[in-house]
């Protein structure tokens, strides 16, 4: 089984979904023998909190983790059962390979894995034996993960993609006797973007200069960090480099499917390839109302679902929430997958990272195929039509909708909530990373 998460992966961007580049040929060829959903919706916009409902199932204001505070550290919901936990429980080799400094022992996403890599190629969990360069990898990581940071392009993301790609790979052609969970997330559609050269003449793109991606990623770092506008030229070129890195993240997965291809394991093994969230990226006032954070390109992602055996192409239109993965994940059930009638719940607890803890303003949007209603904890509501993101002035539809946002809070479950335990602070190479990715100022 496979659960490969593409961190902040656009929707609009990947070509299965219509998107005029083939930015994703390989996830294209896999949705011609799955199930594509069209109204999958993340928990939440962000990592972190998406990440902790998709292994448990339950949303955010359930389990618990809204924030990234680094002065305190992060909350851990320990009494939750995880996804790798009950796997491994049952008996499964479990393996985890994260791009992403939230996603592992930070947060404790790395509980119930035999083997975990973190995205500075630290092992954190040491299940096979390591080839002498991964240990060379996992004793040096502090100064891998230093290096990692802007300017020092040589080291950026692609290299920590591909080494993670090759451990997955060979944890997968390995023969163990035990059925097998791979958990992946890699992340090269979340900035900053440094795709190889040859991505972008796959897609048909004029190359970057010799200073150009240093440049057009600091302006855009300003903008994620709240200091400044994108200009539309410099939006522009950032989605071409948004696209070249998709295409490169794609031939990542390429690997991956070759590898199963080729040990025959490809047939019987089901794939869960979706993203955390999306991203947006200049479309947006950032200071609006409601939040950009709750657009659709960053609530609605692509998910596809392969099951083992023959699948079939098919196109899902009913509202499914990413919670339900985690019951996917651990019935191995397909069918688990069947949408809801009722539309789907996002949560969202603004702002998600900060140096001190501040107050914390909760919005939820509740999305059907048309429209979504959205509300923040002092009443403030809005009815959205999807399709254009404009608001309708229609007294009687909000009341509708309203209601059946309420009904499916009330479904909600808080009753083994955790208590949490701080982390301590975040600092060092990990501190670094996150203000790299623009999630600490």
Same mark, same amino acid.
């Given at each position: ?266 047939? &019987?093994?089901?794939? /869960? ?6 991203? +947006?990226?200049? #479309?947006?006032? !950032? %200071?609006? @109302? ?97 399709? &254009?993101?404009?608001? /309708? ?6 009341? +509708?909708?309203? #209601?059946?946002? !309420? %009904?499916? @809070? ?32």
């Amino acid at each position: 089984m496979l659960f490969l998460v593409l961190d902040s992966m656009r929707k609009d961007r990947v070509s299965a979904y219509g998107h005029e580049r083939e930015t994703t040929p390989t996830f294209d060829r896999l949705a011609e023998n799955a199930t594509l959903f069209e109204n999958a919706f993340a928990p939440a916009p962000w990592t972190l909190p998406s990440h902790w409902s998709m292994f448990t199932g339950r949303f955010p204001s359930e389990h618990g983790v809204t924030n990234g505070f680094t002065d305190e550290g992060l909350g851990r919901p320990d009494d939750l059962e995880t996804v790798p936990e009950r796997l491994a429980n049952e008996g499964y080799e479990t393996a985890g390979f994260s791009n992403n400094p939230w996603v592992g022992q930070l947060s404790g996403l790395d509980r119930g894995f035999d083997t975990f890599v973190e995205w500075d190629l630290e092992v954190s969990h040491e299940g096979i034996e390591l080839r002498t360069r991964d240990a060379a990898y996992s004793r040096f990581h502090s100064l891998l993960g230093r290096a990692a940071g802007q300017p020092q392009v040589l080291l950026k993301r692609r290299f920590f993609t591909s080494n993670l790609v090759d451990r997955a790979t060979r944890w997968l052609s390995r023969e163990s006797g035990r059925p097998k969970f791979l958990f992946m997330n890699l992340m090269e559609a979340h900035s900053p973007y440094y795709p190889p050269k040859s991505a972008f003449e796959k897609l048909g793109l004029s190359s970057p200069g010799p200073l150009e991606s240093r440049l057009l990623n600091v302006r855009l770092l300003a903008y994620v960090l709240g200091k400044t506008d994108l200009s539309a030229e410099n939006r522009e070129r950032i989605m071409e480099y948004y696209d070249a890195s998709l295409r490169f993240q794609d031939r990542q997965l390429a690997r991956i499917v070759e590898t199963l291809n080729r040990e025959g394991m490809f047939e &019987d093994t089901m794939l /869960v390839i979706c993203a955390d969230h999306g991203k +947006t990226l200049g #479309e947006f006032d !950032r %200071d609006g @109302i409601p939040p950009h954070y709750l657009r659709d390109i960053n609530t609605n992602v692509p998910l596809l679902v392969k099951p083992p055996g023959r699948g079939v192409h098919e196109r899902a239109e009913t509202p499914f929430e990413l919670t339900g993965l985690a019951d996917l994940l651990t019935d191995r059930d397909p069918r688990t997958v069947t949408g809801d009638d009722r539309g789907a719940l996002v949560e969202d607890h603004i702002p998600h990272t900060a140096e001190q803890s501040t107050d914390v303003t909760q919005w939820r949007v509740f999305a059907d195929e048309e429209y979504k209603y959205i509300e923040d904890e002092d009443d403030m509501e809005f009815l959205v039509r999807r399709r &254009d993101e404009e608001r /309708v002035d229609d007294p009687e539809a909000l009341a +509708t909708y309203r #209601e059946r946002c !309420r %009904d499916r @809070i009330a479904a909600l479950s808080y009753e083994d909530r955790a208590a949490k335990s701080g982390s301590g602070p975040i600092e060092g190479s990990v501190e670094g990373q996150l203000k790299d990715l623009g999630y600490i100022g």
